[in-house]
T-cell receptor
Framework: KNQVEQSPQSLIILEGKNCTLQ??????????LRWYKQDTGRGPVSLTI?????NTKSNGRYTATLDADTKQSSLHITASQLSDSASYIC????????????FGGGTRVLVKP | GAGVSQSPSNKVTEKGKDVELRCDPI?????LYWYRQSLGQGLEFLIY????????KSGLPSDRFSAERTGGSVSTLTIQRTQQEDSAVYLC??????????????FGPGTRLTVL
């Protein structure tokens, strides 16, 4: 069964600090991996998309890494801001029809002043 | 430009009633997806529409759930005889489905369904 597991489940950090979120997956055959940010009460918004051949992708203060051999990804947030408080969801797409996505349970990040 | 919109934003209903949730995808997007997000849970795929192809209903949890997409645009998700376990946020997403493996899904704000 295709699965995506994220850790930690939740995280509290001080404003200005860095943090790293982890994602492990078993989806196979692999197509791509995305990180989404979901603010409370809103739909997810795409941060990064990486294919098999990419091992790092940045979007502002967000940097995602991918190791397709070990089936692991991380999302690093640099110099966190209060607006970074949200759930971060790792989403993996397999090479199957329909572009269906397998979602991780998310990591809730709370940035405190 | 307008994003994916969903209505209503909140719906409270009594157990056993039917509900209809609406999704307006981004204009020109041929692919439309419905997901469910229960409290404290991850997103769960429900159903997928792509152009004129038969929808992929493999994620629907029971035959009380159905969805239509009229004219290749607006979609409605219908839940019949609602149960308390149906309470969740129902999210709709659409994409261009260019065939590229990095095709991006754009999500609506969701409909929060509460079944009393």
């Amino acid at each position: 069964k295709n699965q995506v597991e994220q850790s930690p489940q939740s995280l509290i950090i001080l404003e200005g600090k860095n943090c790293t979120l982890q994602c492990n997956y078993t989806v196979s055959p692999f197509s791509n991996l995305r990180w989404y940010k979901q603010d409370t009460g809103r739909g997810p918004v795409s941060l990064t998309i990486m294919t098999f051949s990419e091992n790092t992708k940045s979007n502002g203060r967000y940097t995602a890494t991918l190791d397709a051999d070990t089936k692991q990804s991380s999302l690093h947030i640099t110099a966190s801001q209060l607006s970074d408080s949200a759930s971060y969801i790792c989403v993996v797409s397999g090479r199957a029809a329909g572009n269906k996505l397998t979602f991780g349970g998310g990591t809730r990040v709370l940035v405190k002043p | 430009g307008a994003g994916v919109s969903q209505s209503p934003s909140n719906k409270v209903t009594e157990k056993g009633k039917d509900v209809e949730l609406r999704c307006d995808p981004i204009s020109g997007h041929t692919a439309l997806y419905w997901y469910r997000q229960s409290l404290g849970q991850g997103l769960e795929f429900l159903i997928y529409f792509q152009g004129n192809s038969a929808p992929d209903k493999s994620g629907l949890p029971s035959d009380r759930f159905s969805a239509e997409r009229t004219g290749g645009s607006v979609s409605t998700l219908t839940i019949q005889r609602t149960q308390q376990e149906d309470s969740a946020v129902y999210l709709c997403a659409s994409s261009l489905y260019t065939g590229a493996i990095t095709d991006t899904q754009y999500f609506g704000p969701g409909t929060r369904l509460t079944v009393l």
